[in-house]
């Protein structure tokens, strides 16, 4: 494999194959927590994708750099860094979004996909490859995220990115817009991806037999 | 991960003491830059919000409350505790007050600011600062406009009281949020609450000025 081709699917990985969310299942905090609209999932999705590819950048460059072990010390330090900045950054330049997000920003450090991507792979790439990484994983996390706070809010306010979309009539199914519609709709998203997936593995299994055969 | 070898004390020591201390850099620069901008984005809330409490206003004055009494604020911009402020019309005309009051919501405080007519002695306005309700039920506090309707004619004696969905007969009732009543409760909560704080302090300050 060149390393055009290695660039290519290290980035492409995160979007579906290794999906954060619905594969790795990393990062479900936020998943399940801010995902009540679109808007607010697009806006968290935005925000990690922010402190994780800061992270692997840094990480990545000063990786020979940093003893084995207080790594994952470091990294904290490095992401806890980048949490801060957007959290301050968003309140004195998109105060309304801050508002809709408020905690869950500081909590961005804790998102164990963020720390589970340097220690399993900024740490260990070189540059290029490991912002292909951060951002494919970011874009998959942000998938997930509008994913999920899309069907939740189509379903519990009758509406998609504000928009209302079945007019008065609609009577909203609010519970997908508490916290245990977030548990259902991942839930069933899951099983989803996981049948998904079952099919695929059997048919590359079949392939494989008749070739060798 | 190159290196093989374990890294001595000194070198652990070194790099944790190297990253905190260029984090720490980070930092302080971004909050110098950033202070500033919040607190101009909260006082800029603040100040569009007492003019929407108190309809028809244009200009207002602060007043700060100071050994139990209500004097003019003096000093930049706009206090930000312990304060109401007066809203004046365009020719100067005193229109109402609003007054700023916080107190625990569902989830976690909720500040608002509200419009007060002493002449009627009615609340003419409302409207949330900040508050953590939960998204879609307890934030109708803000985006129901029904619920906000509910404080443009209300009066405020003996007390504002909540009531459920569609009830509302006195003119000291609330319409409550179905759904949620605990966010609304709490609004009116915060509002008497101001009240109480308040309107003793307006009250004697108008008896001062009326007659000097």
Redesign the interface.
């Given at each position: 494999m060149d390393a055009q081709d290695k660039l290519y699917t290290e980035t492409m990985k995160g979007f579906w194959r290794e999906n954060p969310v619905f594969v790795q299942l990393l990062g479900l905090c936020p998943a399940l927590a801010v995902t009540?609209?679109a808007i607010?999932g697009l806006a968290m999705g935005g925000a990690t994708a922010f402190v994780l590819l800061g992270s692997s950048i840094l990480v990545s460059l000063f990786?020979?750099?940093?003893?084995?072990?207080?790594?994952i010390?470091?990294f904290i330090?490095?992401i806890?860094?980048f949490v801060?900045?957007a959290d301050?950054?968003l309140?004195?330049?998109l105060?309304a979004v801050h508002?809709?997000l408020?905690?869950f920003i500081a909590l961005i450090v804790v998102n164990c996909l963020i720390l589970g991507r340097q220690e399993a792979f900024a740490?260990?790439n070189r540059f290029p490859y490991a912002v292909g990484d951060a951002v494919g994983m970011a874009v998959g996390f942000t998938f997930a995220l509008v994913l999920v706070g899309g069907i939740r809010e189509v379903l519990?306010?009758g509406s998609l990115f504000g928009f209302s979309l079945f007019g008065e009539s609609f009577e909203p199914w609010?519970i997908m817009?508490?916290p245990p519609g977030g548990f259902l709709t991942l839930g069933v998203l899951l099983i989803i991806f996981a049948q998904v997936k079952k099919s695929r593995d059997k048919r590359s299994a079949l392939e494989a037999g008749k070739e060798a055969a | 991960?190159?290196?093989v070898k374990?890294?001595g004390p000194f070198?652990?020591i070194l790099?944790?003491a190297v990253?905190?201390f260029v984090?720490g850099l980070?930092?302080v620069t971004?909050?110098v830059?950033?202070a500033p901008?919040?607190l101009e984005?909260q006082k800029a809330?603040l100040e569009a919000a007492i003019f929407k409490v108190v309809p028809g206003s244009t200009t207002r004055k602060a007043f700060e409350v100071k050994d139990n009494k209500l004097v003019p604020f003096e000093g930049d911009g706009l206090p930000m505790e312990d304060a109401v402020f007066a809203a004046y019309d365009d020719n100067g005309v005193l229109l109402g007050y609003g007054i700023p009051s916080e107190g625990p919501g569902f989830q976690d405080t909720i500040s608002l600011i509200y419009g007060y007519n002493p002449e009627t002695r009615t609340i003419i306005g409302m409207e949330v600062l900040?508050s953590?309700e939960?998204?879609?039920?307890g934030d109708k506090i803000i985006k129901d406009q029904d619920f906000v309707d509910n404080f443009k004619a209300l009066a405020i004696e003996p007390e504002v009281v909540s009531v459920k969905t569609g009830t509302r007969e006195a003119a000291n009732e609330v319409d409550s949020i179905s759904?949620a009543t605990i966010s609304s409760k709490a609004v009116v909560k915060i509002i008497n609450a101001g009240n109480e704080k308040f309107l003793p302090l307006i009250a004697a300050a108008h008896e001062s000025e009326e007659q000097p």
């Open positions: 009540n609209s607010n990786r020979n750099l940093i003893p084995k072990q207080v790594r010390t470091s330090i490095i806890a860094t801060t900045v301050l950054s309140q004195a330049l105060p508002k809709e408020g905690a740490s260990r519990g306010n609010v817009i508490l | 991960m190159s290196s374990r890294a070198r652990l790099t944790l990253a905190g984090s980070v930092l971004v909050y830059r950033t901008l919040i984005n809330a900040e953590k939960t998204p879609g039920l759904g």
